[in-house]
Structures are given as structure tokens and as C-alpha cells.
């Protein structure tokens, strides 16, 4: 009787995630878990995407710089504290869709915490009716309630039921950058004694000019276990990255990767041509252009759109750049969009409007 009774029950405990008709404006999230950053998170994005960075790479170089130790890159912050935003925002989506007013705090060093909580902040359903954007306003924090990252990204979620009615839209008026004004600063550079070569050029903050564009050569392919290996580091659990069952049924038929690969892909190839712009301190926009899978190989260039003063420092300086990054075409003609700077060309991935801190001479 008793095993009768246990295989006719039906569990509820289990969470299928929001669809669109589930979020609210105003609506806040507090996302679970926690995550206590190791030396092995460090080690295991170092493999991933061969980040080279000296000031995330070197104790002595961080400390040179004013920081008690190397801290985790930027994108590894970012990542962290994105990764506990998805089983709640997007794990019924469709896909991230782009990225604004995003700015970076205190840096993140092993043995730190993370916490993440987000809030919702506009909504909008496509014409389509089986879907909608999200727009949510999301902030991690350290174990002392410092802010780690603090940013706006908007995502397209599948509907649960397509007859549900359309909520009001709400969209948010966003900056188009981060001012160099509002950008935190949380290290100091004694001119004197960095060593560019150590950090691996020559070139500074003055070098750099608006307009000025960098091709960075090289080009890596990305295998299949590369990118879900990274997702689960980043507790990243949306099914378009893991469940080939289901994705095989799908609208590619396979995997995509996770867009925040081909951002930290891009940074990491980024270190030719910018190997100073040791940290990020702003993510401007950004926008994954087309999808991207096992196989394809990564390409990036970069423009510098604006080179800006920090209030009150004379030792770092900002760059606000744009990093394209290209799929199976290299990056000697910097492909971006047609000549009525409309369309994009077919090989770009991503779009990714970004602010770097770099030492002054």
C-alpha cells in the first residue's frame, strides 16, 4: 500500500523557472546561493579563456598597484554575480538580448562572497505574443554588503501561456555611458615604478586616440566542453547551453553558447593591443549580435571611441572602447556593419561597448 501510495504522488517541489507573465515592475529578487570565489574559479578562467592580465595575475604586481593581493579579473566578478540572476530572469529564455550602466565597485579576491538581487524594471511583450522582454536591474555584493557589480541587462522570455494578457510596457530610459565622473577607482598607480614590461607593452593611457582602431590578431576556437564547463563554474543553468535533447528540437538544432563566453573570449584576446587597460570599470552596452557554437572560431577588434579624465587622479586614466568580436573571419579589416551603419556583417558576435582603467604617464 504504502509503495502504491508513493509511485501516484505527484511532487511540486521542484521550480520550472519565470516565464514573462510571471515578472512584474517593481518586483524584487533575491537569488540564491551564495558563492565564495576560490583560487580554483582563478586558475580554471585562466584555462578557459587564457586571460593574461598582469594586475589579476601577480600579487606583487596587484600590490604595487595598492591592492593587498591580485584580485579575480573583472569579467570573472561579472560572471559570478550574472550566474546567480539566471535560474531566476532567464532560464526559460530565449536569449539575452544586450547590457547597460553597468559599473564595477570593490575589487573581488578569493575567499570573498557574492551576493546577488535584482529587481525588475520594465517589460515588454513582442508582437509575436509567445514572448516578451524583461529588463532587470541587478546588484552583487560582497560578504561585507560592498558593491561588487552593479548593472541593467534586458532578456526575451518565453510565455507559459500565450493567451496571458500583455502587461503595460515599460521601458527604461538608460545612459548611453557610464560618466567618467560616476566610475570607481579602486586602486592607485605610482607611475614610477610600473613596469610595462612586466605588463606586457609599452603602451599607456596618452598613446591611445578616439578613432583609433585595434586589430588583435589572434583567434581562438571554442570546443564544446569549453563553454558548458565555463557555464557551470558560472552556476550559469540555462537549458539553450547544456540540454542537447531538448536543443536538437530547438532553433539551431544544437548548443549555443553562453554570450558571456565571447565577451570574456574577447577581453582575453583583447591583452594584444591593450595589455595595460588592466580593469574594467564600466559596461556601457552591449548586444550579442548572432549565436555562436562548438567549433566556431573567435576573432575581436577594438576602437577607441573616447579617451577620459578621471576627476581628481593624474595617475590612471579611462578609454572607452568597443570591442567587436567576429566568428571565423579574422579582424584585419575590422568587420562591424554595412556601409549605411545599419546591418551587421554576417561573421560579428558581439558588440560590446565597454570603459577600461589605464595607467597615465
Not at 164 to 184: C, N, Q, W
Request: contains cysteine; charged residues 20%; aromatic residues 10%.
Amino acid at each position: 500500500m504504502a509503495s502504491d501510495l508513493v509511485s501516484q504522488t505527484m511532487s511540486n517541489k521542484t521550480e520550472p523557472g519565470n516565464f514573462f507573465e510571471d515578472f512584474s515592475v517593481g518586483q524584487r529578487i533575491a537569488h540564491a546561493t551564495p558563492r565564495t570565489l576560490t583560487e580554483g574559479e582563478v586558475a580554471l578562467y585562466v584555462a578557459l579563456f587564457g586571460t593574461r592580465f598582469a594586475m589579476n595575475s601577480s600579487d606583487p604586481f596587484a600590490r604595487q598597484m595598492g591592492l593587498p593581493r591580485a584580485p579575480v579579473d573583472s569579467l570573472l566578478a561579472f560572471h559570478m554575480v550574472f550566474g546567480k540572476t539566471v535560474a531566476d530572469v532567464s532560464l526559460n529564455a530565449i536569449a539575452n538580448l544586450g547590457y547597460a550602466n553597468g559599473r564595477f565597485g570593490v575589487p573581488l579576491y578569493p575567499g570573498d562572497t557574492v551576493t546577488t538581487d535584482s529587481s525588475v524594471i520594465g517589460l515588454r511583450q513582442n508582437k509575436d505574443g509567445r514572448t516578451g522582454v524583461v529588463y532587470v536591474h541587478s546588484t552583487g555584493v560582497n560578504q561585507n554588503g560592498e558593491m561588487v557589480l552593479d548593472y541593467v541587462r534586458w532578456v526575451m522570455v518565453r510565455k507559459r501561456n500565450t493567451d496571458a494578457p500583455a502587461p503595460e510596457t515599460v521601458v527604461p530610459s538608460l545612459p548611453e555611458a557610464v560618466g567618467a565622473e560616476d566610475l570607481i577607482v579602486p586602486y592607485q598607480v605610482d607611475v614610477s615604478q610600473y613596469d610595462c614590461q612586466r605588463a606586457g607593452s609599452p603602451y599607456l593611457w596618452d598613446d591611445y586616440g578616439p578613432g583609433e582602431r585595434i586589430d588583435h590578431v589572434d583567434g581562438i576556437t571554442i570546443e564544446e566542453s569549453d563553454h558548458m564547463i565555463a557555464a557551470r563554474m558560472f552556476q550559469n543553468t540555462a537549458r539553450v547551453h547544456f540540454n542537447q535533447h531538448v536543443e536538437k528540437d530547438g532553433r539551431f538544432g544544437r548548443r549555443i553558447i553562453y554570450g558571456g563566453y565571447i565577451i570574456s573570449l574577447a577581453r582575453a584576446l583583447s591583452f594584444n593591443g591593450l595589455a595595460n587597460a588592466q580593469s574594467i570599470a564600466a559596461i556601457n552596452a552591449g548586444r550579442h549580435v548572432s549565436p555562436c557554437f562548438a567549433g566556431d572560431t573567435v576573432y575581436a577588434w577594438t576602437q577607441v571611441q573616447e579617451r577620459q579624465e578621471i576627476p581628481g587622479r593624474t595617475d590612471l586614466g579611462a578609454l572607452r572602447l568597443r570591442t567587436v568580436a567576429t566568428k571565423d573571419r579574422s579582424c584585419a579589416d575590422f568587420p562591424y556593419k554595412d556601409s549605411a551603419g545599419g546591418a551587421y556583417d554576417p561573421a560579428v558576435l558581439l558588440d560590446f561597448d565597454y570603459t577600461v582603467l589605464m595607467p597615465r604617464r
